[in-house]
């Protein structure tokens, strides 16, 4: 079954920045939204940026202003970029892929830390 490959987290000081990169380990069929999800410790899952296929975005608050999200049709990849980071951007980032027919693809997940 088709997953999808995150990769880029790491260890960073508050103030870096990191590049998240988001795509699938085999074939897929056309993919309507793609998003980026964080889930800190002891917290649930939360919608940090989203993407259409037409390149409509969407972003928390909390990430507005220094979190950027773009992908590569072509490519079926999704990235993130995160500038200014904080400690509280802390947490494991997991990618998702929504298909035409809804049908939803996840990542396992990378591991962002931020030191303060």
């Known amino acids: 079954q088709v997953q999808l490959v995150e990769s880029g987290g790491g260890l960073v000081q508050a103030g870096g920045s990191l590049r998240l990169s988001c795509a699938p380990s085999?074939?897929?069929?056309?993919?309507?939204?793609m998003a980026w999800y964080r889930q800190a410790p002891g917290k649930q899952r939360d919608l940090v940026a989203g993407?259409?296929?037409?390149?409509?975005?969407n972003y928390a608050d909390s990430v507005k202003g220094r979190f950027t999200i773009s992908r590569d049709n072509a490519k079926k990849t999704v990235y993130l970029q995160m500038n200014s980071l904080k400690p509280e951007d802390t947490g494991v980032y997991y990618c998702?892929?929504?298909?035409?027919?809804?049908?939803?693809?996840w990542g396992q997940g990378t591991q962002v830390t931020v030191s303060s």
């Open positions: 993407i259409t296929r037409g390149g409509m975005t």
């Open positions: 998702q892929f929504v298909g035409t027919y809804g049908f939803e693809y």
């Open positions: 085999g074939s897929i069929g056309s993919i309507n939204v």
